[in-house]
């Protein structure tokens, strides 16, 4: 049986004053809910702040990014042992990363070989856009995806990782893969790790993303193969996100 695990990625939202006030209003609201795992992301900023409000809660804390050195001269990173003891989760691999900054199926893969070494987990996000999702190209893209992010990792290190899969024409766009779409494309993303990690793919959470909210929650999370939602727009809102929470739990 896995665990679903609900992760609120606040990209570049929030002070920490603001960032403050959420998590304790969220604190607050999802008393009670169990069966689930909780995570927020917030900015960097925040995450000191909001890993120490949120320490003895139920509420774990997960960065939006790394980079895969230990320390050196690489102006504005923020390297794995800095983020030791603050946060549990990192998301690697984001499609906003992918499109914007540059990153690469070898720098994900990079950077998940380096949180583990340093106890963090991965949360590797993949992906297809509009055009290639219209091509009929979702299946090859997440398979190079997935293949180069758990590229050289033992099975023991697979299993312990979440993959997140979020059709980028879905993101912050209003528009949400059906929940038949996104099963299919979590189950053939199951199938490509069967193929990477046989004996763990089963144990392996697949988190579904893209404009998840309170009304469409449910529907998404019965799915067989999706374990869990990666949250964009609704965990800035506290019971929206709490909504989220319980419908998985």
């Known amino acids: 049986m896995r665990t679903p695990i609900i992760a609120g990625n606040w990209k570049a939202f929030k002070t920490i004053p603001e960032a403050l006030a959420l998590v304790g209003e969220l604190a607050d609201s999802v008393r009670g809910v169990s069966g689930v795992e909780m995570a927020v992301c917030p900015p960097f900023t925040a995450l000191a702040a909001v890993a120490e409000r949120l320490r003895g809660t139920s509420i774990k804390v997960g960065a939006q990014n790394v980079y895969w050195e230990k320390q050196g001269a690489y102006t504005g990173e923020i390297t794995p042992p800095m983020l030791q003891g ?13 499109k914007l900054f540059g990153e690469t199926d070898e720098t994900v893969n990079k950077k998940v070989h380096a949180v583990l070494a340093h106890n963090l987990l991965p949360i590797i996000a993949v992906g297809e856009n509009l055009d290639e999702n219209e091509a009929g190209k979702t299946g090859a893209v997440v398979t190079r995806q997935i293949r180069g992010g758990f590229q050289g990792l033992s099975a023991d290190q697979a299993r312990t990782c979440v993959v997140a899969y979020e059709p980028v024409w879905a993101i912050g766009t209003g528009e949400t893969a059906t929940p038949a779409v996104a099963q299919q494309a979590c189950a053939y993303i199951r199938g490509v790790l069967r193929e990477i990690s046989p004996v763990y793919a089963d144990a392996i959470r697949i988190q579904y993303g893209g404009s998840v909210n309170a009304e469409n929650a449910a529907e998404l999370l019965s799915q067989p193969d999706i374990d869990g939602a990666l949250v964009g727009g609704a965990s800035l809102k506290a019971d929206q996100f709490a909504a989220i929470c319980a419908a998985a739990g």
């Open 86 to 98: 603050l946060v549990d989760y990192v998301i690697i691999g984001h499609s906003e990363r992918r």
